[in-house]
């Protein structure tokens, strides 16, 4: 008995993957696989993809596609009967011409363990932006900048946003480029040492470059975060990035807050802090760290001996801007004041 093409097309149309199993019927075998029937240079193994059907199986694997009733007939997993889903790995067997050359892998559950993780929650984009838009931590080698605001079109003392001012700077500067405008506020110093490793500046503004007049250039205040005097600093303007997503060092790291704005006595949450931890000991934005309280003393009242309390997690911090040998920090969350010389660690 053989099928009518007509018959062998409705048959197929209903062999959906995922649906019903693929049952054996008794049906005439076509001639028998051959090498010669398979499409040169497959790329091994096939994956079943949702909505398969026979059909579209050989089609990949074989020249000539109605070979399909051999798959059927002669694999094992589908004459079983079995179901294919999606996912499965389907290999053509050279070895395996009698069986319809074809053998399927079926797709195991995998257990993976990885050590625990802590993750970090995201930082509210509008006090990261904040914190990077209205401070900088720069060398000491920067605190000149490249130019100074000189005056505006009225004369007056303090300007604002859209205001028109002129400036002048010791390198050259296109159209529209634009200008941080900053004062410097702090030095951080190393505390043991008592070298300084950088400045922390206070942002004003963001001017824009309109145009030169020989050694003066033309600009417009678009932000103002305070009043901009004639004699502020000038600088390239800074790119920020408030999409800096938490990472974990990759080494045990350990340091110490070293400042605190404002030369405060302590800080807390949403507060800018400098470590003692740079570039150099692999510091990059967003590298999140823990802040520890020291321990305190304390006397054993059976033995009259003086203990150091174990230290304790106080707080975590995410790095802003690194220098080469210290970094400004936002201090994402804190249970307690924390003050210069908490410990910084990367556990």
């Not at 993957?17 to 398979?38: F, K």
């Not at 499409?39 to 579209?56: C, F, H, S």
């Not at 250039?217 to 678009?222: F, L, Q, S």
């Not at 060092?249 to 070293?258: E, F, I």
């Amino acid at each position: 008995m053989t099928l009518n093409p007509i018959l062998l097309v409705a048959l197929l149309a209903g062999l959906l993957i995922g649906s019903a199993p693929l049952r054996a019927a008794a049906l005439e075998m076509p001639p028998t696989i051959t090498a010669n029937d398979v499409k040169p240079n497959l790329a091994q193994p096939y994956i079943v993809k949702k909505g398969d059907t026979l059909w579209d199986i050989a089609d990949y694997f074989f020249k000539d596609p109605w070979k399909w009733l051999k798959i059927w007939e002669r694999n094992l997993y589908i004459t079983n009967p079995d179901l294919i889903y999606p996912g499965n790995a389907i290999w053509f067997d050279g070895r395996r011409l009698e069986q319809g050359g074809l053998t399927t892998v079926y797709p195991q559950p995998q257990v993976v363990i990885k050590p625990v993780e802590r993750m970090e929650g995201a930082v509210d984009s509008s006090i990261l932006l904040a914190a990077l838009e209205r401070q900088d931590f720069i060398n000491a080698s920067a605190v000149e900048g490249i130019g100074s605001v000189l005056d505006s079109r009225d004369e007056r003392i303090n300007f604002g946003i859209n205001d028109r001012v002129y400036l002048r700077l010791q390198q050259s500067a296109k159209q529209g480029e634009l200008l941080d405008v900053f004062r410097t506020a702090d030095e951080v110093r190393d505390p043991v040492s008592g070298d300084v490793v950088g400045v922390l500046v206070e942002h004003l503004g963001q001017i824009r470059v309109d145009s030169a007049a020989d050694e003066v250039y033309r600009g417009t205040v678009i932000k103002a975060f305070a009043e901009i005097s004639r004699g502020d600093r000038l600088k390239p303007a800074k790119i920020i990035d408030t999409r800096i997503e938490p990472s974990r060092p990759d080494q045990a790291l350990s340091g110490s807050v070293m400042y605190i704005r404002n030369d405060a006595r302590e800080a807390g949450q949403n507060q800018v802090i400098g470590i003692s931890l740079g570039i150099a000991d692999g510091m990059r934005p967003g590298m999140a760290l823990s802040l520890y309280k020291a321990g305190r003393l304390v006397k054993d009242t059976l033995t009259g001996e003086d203990v150091r309390l174990p230290q304790e997690e106080i707080g975590r911090l995410l790095v802003l801007v690194p220098q080469e040998r210290a970094s400004i920090a936002l201090i994402t969350s804190s249970i307690q004041a924390i003050n210069i010389g908490d410990a910084v660690l990367s556990h």
